[in-house]
């Protein structure tokens, strides 16, 4: 039995563009919002898109599909697979591309996605491929005994799929572009290196880079080129400058009316964890070290996504120069507090 999902959300824009979120159970723990976007007469849209997709399990499947069907009988948009005008991809993350292939089945609407993510999209086995070749040196580096269950786990993880299939990107994106006169596209790398942000009239959807409630997952550049925490508050600083912006709508949880304030919490926030690093770094440490060392009642389902985010904070202070990297025999970075932190 498919668990019941919320009615989508209305937000109208300054511009009478109507945006529906529709929540989904991309994974049984996390939902993630997609967006069903209709500009003109309900009766006779004149462009509609959809904005992510969720995952390819059953469950993500039934709940967009009855989401999109509650736009037209709870809110009266005539739209359809058949008048789709477009599908556009946030961020190539499994939470919101996995269902592509399903959603290809049903409408033929050309697929965007920002151009360093066409490859990771149309080709899921190369970038599957590539993850488990790597995976072995990223265990080295980190510090991770590669008989613990960190290095299984890391292993498992390497070798997801990260959509079923591939599926063709027809409109490969870039920054700046003003797509279909409706968004305009705004990189923002960090969370995942070819993230973007799309901007329609007064409303920001903010994927990933933006969320009400959490910061999000982070990896070191060294495992994802446009990952890491330079890129991302690098990122944050353009959504900040922005002007006009009246609410942001994240790829999961609710809407944001206060979304500077937020973009404030969130570098406070990475200020005390970086913090934290330095503090722990007073001898050399892995970065597996590290992570026990600042997260000292980690719960296993976090381990890997704060190993990740351990990574991420130690190369941003390394490059920074507030830590000192060098390696240990086996090869294991190892990260000393430098001296002017001392």
Known sequence: MVPESPLPVRHVTSGGIRVYTVTVPAFPHLP??????????????????LVDVGGSHEGSIA????????????????????????????????DHVAGLPFVRTLTTAPLAAFHTAVPTIEHPQARR?????GIEAQLTWAGIP???????????????????????????LHDGDVLDDVFTVIHTPGHEGSQICLRVDDVLLSADHLLPHNSPPLMPERMQPGAGLTHYLASLGRIEA??????????HDGPMSQWRERIG?????????????????????????????????????QALLLLDQTGALAEYLAARGDLTETRRGDGAALYLRSTSQA
């Open 32 to 49: 993630t919002n997609t967006f069903l976007i209709v500009r003109g007469d309900p009766e006779r849209p004149d462009y509609i898109a």
């Open 63 to 94: 709940a967009l599909s009855a989401g999109l069907e509650a736009v037209r009988t709870e809110h009266g948009e005539a739209w359809s697979w058949e008048t789709l005008s477009r599908i556009i991809i946030t961020h190539p993350h499994p």
């Open 129 to 133: 491929d590539a993850q488990l070749a």
């Open 146 to 172: 590669p008989d613990s269950d960190y290095a299984t786990r890391l292993r498992r993880r390497a070798g997801n799929l990260l959509l079923p299939s591939g599926v063709r990107v027809d409109t490969p």
């Open 242 to 251: 922005l002007e006009g912006v009246t609410v942001a709508l994240g790829g």
């Open 265 to 301: 919490a969130l570098r406070s926030r990475y200020a005390d964890k970086l913090e934290g690093v330095l503090e722990a770094a007073g001898e050399p440490q892995t970065i597996h070290d590290l992570m026990h060392a600042v997260n000292p009642r980690l719960k296993a389902v």
